[in-house]
């Protein structure tokens, strides 16, 4: 099992940043990709950006350019630094982790979530 534990939502202005952390415990080494989703009021989750253990990375066209995931193994934390945040950008922010390195939706591991603010 692995758990993960989201952290850092805010309130933040139109053009803000925030970056959102979340801390992996528990079968770490079976842990290959991890992402970032959200879900906004009435919408599907979608996923923002990706990362595998080899640091490929993918980001959903509406984000690409302003938001940069990046893992820091020795500290098994995900991060996602979001910059330029539009109010489009507010929902709540799920972390996944999945064993396998191009994981189908829906990924295998969830943390509970932390909700980003978008003021305009």
């Known amino acids: 099992q692995v758990q993960l534990v989201e952290s850092g939502g805010s309130l933040v202005q139109t053009g803000g940043s925030l970056r959102l952390s979340c801390a992996a415990s528990g079968n770490i080494d079976s842990i290959n990709a991890m992402g970032w989703y959200r879900q906004a009021p009435g919408k599907q989750r979608e996923l923002v950006a990706a990362?595998?253990?080899?640091?490929?990375?993918n980001y959903a066209d509406s984000v690409k350019g302003r938001f940069a995931i990046f893992r820091d193994n020795a500290n098994n934390t995900l991060y996602l630094q979001m910059n330029s945040l539009k109010p489009e950008d507010a929902a709540v922010y799920y972390c996944?982790?999945?064993?396998?390195?191009?994981?189908?939706?829906?990924?295998?591991?969830w943390g509970q979530g932390t909700r980003v603010t978008v003021s305009s």
């Open positions: 990362v595998t253990s080899g640091s490929r990375r």
């Open positions: 996944a982790a999945d064993p396998s390195r191009v994981p189908v939706d829906p990924y295998l591991y």
